[in-house]
């Protein structure tokens, strides 16, 4: 079977004193991908780790959730930041909806301009409460932040290998340098008193 992984949610800060925690909910199937029982392997500033969901809830459009391996602030508040990666069938994915992307899938794309010529690679996504932003390595190295919205970034496709972009005017522009230098710094002359 072909796997992919999917980026369920990130944990957010800690809810209350017994464990429960925020979610940022990154899929258009939260109901079915945060069933209880869902089981996340997760990676930790202290090392692996695997999070049983005990359950979830929902207030005011906030998912929160609790786990069987978390049962108090401490504990949840380490957890910030980590994110619920669930492995998928890559088939059934596809069969669901054959224009979907993951993230997972775009790293190592060539990006082209919206005219043909070739901006960079594709690094990974980086997630941002606002949007997601595309991260490009340059061919002279450097590393852009497009942001992930159809109207910079109006085709992906996974066949080709190639992400189309259509970036604002000077995202992707070299800083030049100035072989020479900076410019000498000139002073104003005294200011005159006034009569």
């Not at 919206?114 to 594709?122: K, N």
């Not at 450097?142 to 992906?156: D, M, N």
Request: charged content about 30%.
């Amino acid at each position: 079977m072909n796997t992919l992984d999917v980026t369920v949610a990130t944990i957010g800060r800690a809810h209350g004193l017994r464990g429960e925690l925020a979610l940022n909910v990154r899929t258009d199937q939260p109901e079915e991908r945060l069933g209880r029982g869902a089981r996340f392997e997760v990676s930790t500033g202290t090392g692996p780790r695997t999070l049983t969901l005990r359950g979830t809830r929902r207030q005011q459009d906030r998912w929160y959730a609790s786990f069987e391996e978390v049962t108090d602030r401490t504990d949840a508040e380490s957890l910030r930041g980590v994110d619920l990666v669930l492995a998928v069938d890559a088939e059934d994915e596809a069969e669901e909806d054959p224009d979907a992307w993951y993230p997972s899938q775009l790293t190592g794309l060539t990006v082209r301009h919206v005219d043909g010529h070739e901006l960079g690679t594709v690094q990974g996504v980086e997630h941002y409460p606002a949007q997601d932003l595309l991260v490009v390595r340059t061919p002279d190295r450097r590393r852009v932040q497009l942001p992930l919205v159809e109207a910079l970034v109006p085709e992906v496709d996974l066949d080709t290998g190639v992400v189309i972009a259509n970036p604002p005017g000077g995202l992707f522009d070299a800083v030049a340098e100035d072989e020479q230098g900076p410019e000498p710094e000139t002073s104003a002359p005294p200011a005159r008193p006034q009569d």
